[in-house]
């Protein structure tokens, strides 16, 4: 199984971008997808997670900014990212169904 990360860049702060992450190996339907992050120095946290039924869930410090979302007809989910903040900046993890993680992403919000 490959989870395949792509969209991140350098933007800047009010600024969006999105990531999407495309999976191989594995069909994504009916599972749990999610969106992670990391900064050097911190454990990696959750960002928004996507239920095989649709049902969404977002970190507080993303709430109203990022939407996730899935297209599983082309094994693939995705993190609209608006509002950027500096403090975005981050490597953007996907996983999927719990277990499988993907090559990061590096989003850069310059203020």
């Known amino acids: 199984v490959q989870l395949q990360a792509s969209g991140g860049g350098l933007v800047q702060a009010g600024g969006s971008l999105r990531l999407s992450c495309e999976a191989s190996?594995?069909?994504?339907?009916?599972?749990?997808m999610a969106w992670h992050r990391q900064t050097p120095g911190k454990p990696r946290e959750v960002v928004a997670t996507?239920?095989?039924?649709?049902?969404?869930n977002y970190a507080d410090s993303v709430k109203g900014r990022f939407t996730i979302s899935r297209e599983d007809a082309k094994n693939t989910v995705y993190l609209q990212m608006n509002s950027l903040k500096p403090e975005d900046t981050a490597v953007y993890f996907c996983?999927?169904?719990?277990?499988?993680w993907g090559r990061g992403t590096l989003v850069t919000v310059s203020s």
């Open positions: 996983r999927g169904a719990g277990i499988y």
């Open positions: 996507i239920s095989g039924g649709g049902t969404t």
């Open positions: 190996g594995m069909s994504i339907a009916s599972y749990s």
